[in-house]
């Protein structure tokens, strides 16, 4: 089910842990953070789940723009506004529940930024990294858990669930293979902050994998 041995790092003496989803469109990411939540929750644990873009009141407006705007934007600014919604979103309500040493749950973070907008919309990976980051003011999740899915698989998830495409989930197949291939290339290089589940297993068989990871983070 998961790829990689890593070794697990605690997190940060003093705070609490940062856990962050990655993955393509139709991957489970949604399904997987709230299993997650539900089962940190019956351990005791406080949880905040959140997601981006659209974490925040502010950032609510920004997802409207950058996945429903009718119109064109340039990637340099999708780019940027995904990195204004993570600026407010990280001060505001991911730092303040990890100083209370809460749990927090995120759909998405840097990670997608530099695969949708580095190698999706072809700006650089390096690039965009750098500009969440300092977004963010450096700050990295304990855990990034990607749910790996070919990108056709997907679409088909996608299709079957007739819903309204976004402005990323409408790009075509080479747009998605490019941001697998990336997720991917991303995990190779830091495989001790990522957890790589086959997004094909049954929901059940990828939140037990999911467990294991977070249960040994926690001690």
């Known amino acids: 089910m998961s790829a990689g041995s890593a070794a697990v790092a605690p997190p940060s003496a003093g705070r609490g842990l940062f856990i962050t989803l990655e993955g393509g469109d139709g991957s489970g990411k ?7 939540e539900e089962w ?9 789940r959140t997601r ?9 407006e920004i997802r409207e723009i950058v996945l429903h705007h009718r119109g064109d934007i340039a990637p340099r600014a999708e780019a ?20 209370r040493g809460d749990v927090v749950i995120q759909d998405r973070y840097l990670d997608s ?6 190698a999706g919309r072809v700006l650089g990976g390096t690039e965009v990294r750098d500009l969440s980051l300092w977004a963010a003011q450096g700050l990295l999740p304990d855990l990034t858990i990607l749910l ?17 495409f976004d402005r990323l989930e409408a790009e075509a197949g080479e747009f998605h293979a490019r941001v697998r291939h990336a997720f991917l290339e991303l995990a190779a290089a830091e495989p001790e902050r990522f957890l790589v589940v086959d997004a094909t297993g049954s929901v059940d068989e990828i939140a037990a994998s999911v467990r294991e990871r977070v249960e040994a983070l926690l001690g």
Do not use: C, F, M, N
């Open 52 to 60: 981006e873009p659209g974490g925040t009141e502010v950032g609510v």
């Open 30 to 36: 949604s399904t997987q953070a709230r299993l997650l």
């Open 80 to 99: 940027l506004l995904y990195a204004a919604d993570r600026a407010h979103h990280i001060a505001t309500k991911v730092r303040p529940a990890l100083e």
């Open 40 to 48: 940190l929750v019956e351990h005791g644990r406080s949880v905040l």
């Open 148 to 164: 790996d899915l070919d990108e056709t698989v997907a679409r088909g998830r996608l299709d079957a669930a007739q819903k309204r």
């Open 113 to 118: 930024s530099v695969a949708y907008q580095g």
